[in-house]
């Protein structure tokens, strides 16, 4: 494309990246994002962001998720309920619990609000590493804004 002189746009970039991270290229994502969008002048958007957070957790690469998560704000992109999901289910399930539940506090400090599928997460990863009461309390908060448990949140309590 480069080489024709048509520029790639935002949507060119992110099918690049989403590709890349379904085969488990995240480094080479990564550097889309960071160098080539750049020397294009083209600002990765939420999408982008999202397709590169959901490859590097199957990666084993959630320290470059952390890092480009956080790095959202500093690029014009304000994280969304999305973002939110995939970084807190992936950190849960590889039981770092408790950065989890700093995102959790981070967005709800945000005024977003969790999902059932965030909570499930959580009471799931918190009930994984022996933290019963919290996980429970979790519950009862769902219940108590009348979000509907699954079959995963009543399997953990069992």
């Known amino acids: 494309m480069v080489l024709k002189n048509i520029k790639p746009d935002v949507y060119t970039f992110g099918i ?27 600002e990765p958007d939420v999408a982008i962001f999202n397709s590169f957070i959901d490859g590097c957790f199957p990666s084993n690469q959630p320290d470059m998720a952390k890092d480009i998560f956080d790095s959202m704000d500093q690029r014009g992109v304000v994280p969304n309920i999305h973002n939110y999901t995939m970084m807190i289910k992936g950190l849960c399930k590889i039981k770092r619990v408790d950065e989890a539940l700093n995102l959790f506090e981070e967005m709800r400090s945000k005024n977003m609000t969790p999902d059932a599928k965030i909570y499930t997460s959580i009471i799931d990863g918190l009930f994984k590493s022996g933290r019963d009461t919290c996980a429970l309390k979790l519950v009862g908060e769902m219940h108590d804004k009348g979000l509907p448990t699954n079959v995963f949140t009543k399997s953990d309590l069992v």
């Open 16 to 42: 690049m990246v989403e590709a890349l991270c379904k085969e488990g290229n995240v480094e080479e994502a990564k550097i889309v994002i960071d160098e080539m969008m750049v020397q294009v002048g083209v």
